[in-house]
């Protein structure tokens, strides 16, 4: 589903956040990406639906090749879903209306098509009754359920997640970890980048630890939580499960 | 010395003074800033693009309206637009332009220029995550303008936007140097026709005064709202 080779990227002439760097994601697959801030996990995730550019390898999303010129970007955005760190929702749209404007916009859905799919998906999330407020009157977790709604409206093949729990409240933290366990049983094919190992152990079939830019590991995640083979992700599991 | 003033003329002119002076001046303000605010935007979006030479020539634009008194702007307009108009249309003599299209082109030109600039600081102040959610939902970059960026930035920057349409109402009034009888023009043709100079520019600068305290206050209140809403 998504084939990622020998992916380079640097940022001003000399300062490089990726190196090197290839792995890729099966369909229905759940992919856990950890590692240090500054690492380039971020980055990477972006990398895959062209937020971000890359100056050498290439990503293959789905047969179509991401870095290339001619990719119509827009379309191949629309199916892919991305929810980011601090949700991004639309403050100047009612939720319902975040979760219409690119179903009718983008895939040409009627109104009542587009309200009666993002009824669905909020039900599915438990906020159907926030349908008509403003993104700025639900809480952090709440904002980051409507995100993971909006992107799912558009029918997804596959779902970015960049730290989606990271600006939250720790009480907030597990009601959007339960949504995204529900996607994962569903079978949806999921790269996210995560501090949560909790989720990783739980739900994912691969762990990939980054460092500086690399991949250091990618592994079974059997094979990763019981004995990572490389020092960096020892020492980097030992710091964040010691607590 | 008030004993020879005689504020009756104001009254015997009011028709004239609101109907015809007032109307040209709230039309050519309300024009100028509709206009000004659409080419400002576009101004504003060539200025933040990635092609660099649009930026370029964008700048060079706001610079040189910004860096010219606007009465001069308004009298070169007045004069060259006929010439101007006669090159583009290749005509055998100047085109005609009254002074009403004359000072609109003219104000919404130099309006564009001031727009610009705080559409600009409007579309800076949305974070970057925001055209990005929009893409990655596969909405192009017009489409992200349209619906997420430009409706967040003109929310913000409205209180500015019309502060400076207020300051446009003060400056309609130096289109007097075409003989155009906006409102200060009309009042000024009264005062030289009845010799009654003191009581019309005193009425003419209340006037003024008032309208633009009004919508001052408009303004500040409508500000605080968006405060409370944010």
Known sequence: MIEISHVNKWYGPSFQVLKDCTTSVAKGEVVVVCGPSGSGKSTLIKCVNALEPFQEGQIILDGVKVNDPKTDLPKLRARVGMVFQHFELFPHLRIIENLCLAQEKVLGRSHDEAVAKGDKLLERVGLKAHANKYPAELSGGQQQRVAIARALAMDPIAMLFDEPTSALDPEMISEVLDVMVDLAHEGMTMMVVTHEMGFASKVAHRVIFMDKGEIVEDAQKTDFFGSPRSERAQKFLSKILSH | MFG????????????????????????????????????????????????????????????????????????????LVPYIGQWLTGASRPIRVGAFTSSLVTFIMFEAAYFSEIMRAGIQSISRGQPAAASALGLTYAQSMRYIVLPQAFRNMLPVLLTQTIVLFQDTSLVYVLSIPDFLGAASKVAQRDGRLVEMYLFAAAVYFVISCLASWGVRRLQARIAIVR
């Open chain 2, 4 to 79: 020879n003033l005689d504020f009756d003329v104001i009254r015997r002119s009011l028709p004239y003074l609101f109907l015809d002076g007032m109307s040209f001046t709230l039309m050519l303000t309300g024009l100028s800033a509709l206009g000004g605010l659409v080419f400002g935007t576009l101004i504003a979006l060539m200025r933040l693009s990635s092609y660099k030479l649009l930026g370029r020539i964008a700048g060079l634009y706001v610079d040189f309206m910004r860096s010219l008194p606007l009465v001069l702007v308004i009298f070169w307009f007045y004069f």
